[in-house]
């Protein structure tokens, strides 16, 4: 499983951004997808996940800002995010869990909140 993500840049607080992550290889449609982040210094943290069934999971400092969505025919998972702020700074990976199969992880793609 491979894993393509897209996106990311330098954007100033208060705007907003746009990751995608196409996945390809599959050997699974029961998956879950979804970004992490990690900011320098601190542990690698959930921002969103969505099953195969588009329920979703956000981490606490993202919600009512960050939106994911799954495209299940093209297997892309996209992270809209609004209202950025500088603490949302950080590199965000894409995840594939395919049950039965393992976790798979995308290379990352920074992101900068700054003015």
């Known amino acids: 499983v491979q894993l393509q993500a897209c996106g990311g840049g330098l954007v100033q607080p208060g705007g907003s951004l746009r990751l995608s992550c196409a996945a390809s290889?599959?050997?699974?449609?029961?998956?879950?997808m979804g970004w992490y982040r990690q900011a320098p210094g601190k542990q690698r943290e959930l921002v969103a996940e969505v099953s195969s069934t588009r329920v979703t999971t956000y981490g606490e400092s993202v919600k009512g800002r960050f939106t994911i969505t799954r495209d299940n025919p093209v297997n892309t998972v996209t992270l809209q995010m609004n209202s950025l702020k500088p603490e949302d700074t950080g590199v965000y990976y894409c995840?594939?869990?395919?049950?039965?199969?393992?976790?798979?992880w995308g290379q990352g793609t920074q992101v900068t909140v700054s003015s």
């Open positions: 290889g599959i050997r699974s449609s029961i998956s879950a």
């Open positions: 995840k594939r869990v395919e049950y039965g199969s393992g976790v798979f």
